[in-house]
Structures are given as structure tokens and as C-alpha cells.
């Protein structure tokens, strides 16, 4: 039994020296999307600037730009602009909460923006990231497409 207690503190340690180190991963991919956020919000850059380029973003529900789409840039043109290009300001975010585990991260925000017709866009997402050597490879974005279909049209 005692051959056994170095071998079992051993392998305490390395678990212990693992789990400090996924925090340490945790910590910073959440650092990361909060200061994209902090920077969006300052109009400084944003969450956008650090999608890898063939990073996959699903739009869940049922909303003129929801769908899966395949590249940062497919994303841009084909989701992002078309709900920019309805805006006369752009969407300032307020992030209500940020959790981490290893590289999934999940960011709770609100967002507003002035429409072209002078209507308030307001809108709650949940998006659900995944960072891999700090950029952005996927993200399922939920958010009330009720309040999208009404920006669209």
C-alpha cells in the first residue's frame, strides 16, 4: 500500500497541474470575448474581428438570415450585412453575463440600434462560441427572431 501513496500523489498532482491549466484557458477565453464586447461597445473593432475565416455560425430559428453558414465572410455578406445595411446606427451590445468552460464560451447580451424607418432595435442573444488559439471557429447565436423578421420588413 505505501509503493502505492507516491504513485496516487503523482497522478493527484497531474490532474491538479491539468485542471489549473483548463482554468487558465478558461479565464482567457473569456477575457477575450469580453473585451471584443468592450471594444464593439466603444466602437473600436468587435466580437466579428476575431471569427476564424472558416469559422461556422448557425443563426437558430426562423428569421430571414437564420440558417448555418460556412465562412467568416458568407457570414458577413450574407447575415451581418443585410441586418446592418436596415440600421442608420450601429448595435451597441450590453453584456449581461459571460461563462466559460475550456474553449466554449457563452455570451448573454442585449443589443440596440436605431432602424432606418427611426424605430428602436432592440434584441437579447445568447451566443454559444467555441475559441481555438484565440479566435472564433463556431458559434450558435439564439436570439428572438420575432424582433429580426420585424427589423427585416
Known sequence: MKA?????ALLLGSLLSLSAIADD???ENAALIQKA??????GQG?????????????????????????????FMQDAVKPITDKL???IIPTVR????????VVAHWDGEATAKDGSRYENSYSWHMQVENGR?????AFLDTWRLVELMN
Do not use: C, K, M
Request: net charge neutral; glycine share 6%; no cysteine.
Open 37 to 42: 464586447f468592450d471594444d464593439w461597445r466603444a
Open 97 to 104: 453575463q459571460i461563462v466559460a468552460q475550456g474553449s466554449h
Open 88 to 90: 442608420v446606427t450601429p
Open 46 to 74: 468587435g466580437i466579428f474581428n476575431l471569427l476564424a475565416e472558416d469559422a461556422i455560425w448557425v443563426v437558430a430559428g426562423n428569421s430571414p438570415v437564420s440558417g448555418t453558414y460556412r465562412s467568416r465572410e458568407q
Open 25 to 27: 484557458a478558461t479565464q
Open 136 to 140: 472564433i471557429t463556431r458559434v450558435t
Open 4 to 8: 502505492r501513496q507516491p504513485l496516487i
